[in-house]
């Protein structure tokens, strides 16, 4: 019962933020308004429901299978892909890396300068 | 008359969605137990190996893409639902979000813009069409995502949604050496990272290294998701005026 309690809850913010992003036409998908909006409930909340808890924990343990679907589409575009190989093959590679790199470093850094100081303080008492 | 046949059989099986959800869940489980086996080597994703054994089984028994997505679309549904349930990870990581929202925006904005205008310009520089590039520059978003702002762009979404899985892959496979490489320790780093990079594909991994990595990944995913959306049309208009 829990988990579909919690998966419930999970579809009504998800449909929630589906007909609000229709309604206003923001350039945003559904799931993710859904998702801040679930996030300011347990928020205002101030902890988490044993049944959303349990959905959230079951979906997202498992959240690759998710995509195999999507990943199987491949086969559709067999032949755009072959023909232009070279460029996605590379642009998807290197333009990976360069982004998680850039993206690693700037919050190293980032933290060290803006977090450090104020942040010893807190993480002594952890 | 009480013989139906194999072919009846395939007949049915091939028009109805049991099939497709099935080997789809087949698959996976099969995938993931070979990625336990290899002491989860990042180089034996599950996506990778359950997508490679759906293909080679659907091009072996002649089945369209669309026949199979009949079944699959049941597991591709839950992509909405999971995204929702992402919040739950990320408020048990409140406290260290609230310390840590200075670096995490710089970081996101950064990366979001990184992805975007490196993936079209690289795409560009190595000879790939308008469209290329235009499904190739949302890839780092996570897929229901990427695919609306591929079709607004110019792009195809369909083929948009592929780039995203093998972006997320080869992030995910990637992604701890990289950072070994790098020198960077932090799984706040990492997951941020991870997250921008190569959305729930590569926050899946995160959650296997620490816990913290994986909100921080799903955090970063979801926030470059409304970044994406937000300042990818507009990256491309400039980088078309300017180039």
Known sequence: MQFLNGITLLLVYQLVGEVTVRLLGVPIPGPVLGMVMLFITLWIRGSTPESVETASTGLLSHL??????????????FSRIADEWLPITLALLLSTIITMVATALVMQLTTR?????SAKEGQDHE | MNDPGLKDIWVYLSASPLLGLTITLVAYGLAYRLYLRTNSNPLANPVVTSVAMLIGLLLL????????????????????????ALAVPLYQQFSRLRQLWMPVTISLLCGVVIAAGSSIWLARIFGGSFEIQMSLAPKSATAPVAMGISEKIGGLPSLTAVLVV????????????????????????????MGVAAHGIGTARAFQVSNQMGAF??????????ATAVLVPWLVDWMQALF
């Open chain 1, 64 to 77: 690759s299978l998710l995509f195999v679907p999507a990943g199987v589409g491949m086969m559709a575009h």
């Open chain 1, 113 to 117: 300068w803006l977090v450090v100081s």
């Open chain 2, 61 to 84: 028994t002649d089945t369209s893409y669309n026949d199979y997505f009949e079944g699959g679309q049941f597991v591709h549904f839950l992509l909405g639902p999971a995204t929702v």
């Open chain 2, 166 to 193: 093998i972006t997320g892959i080869t992030g995910a496979v990637l992604g701890t050496k990289l950072f070994e490489w790098i020198r960077v320790k932090d799984d706040t780093a990492k997951g941020i990272a």
């Open chain 2, 217 to 226: 990944s799903g955090l970063a995913m979801a926030l470059s998701a409304f």
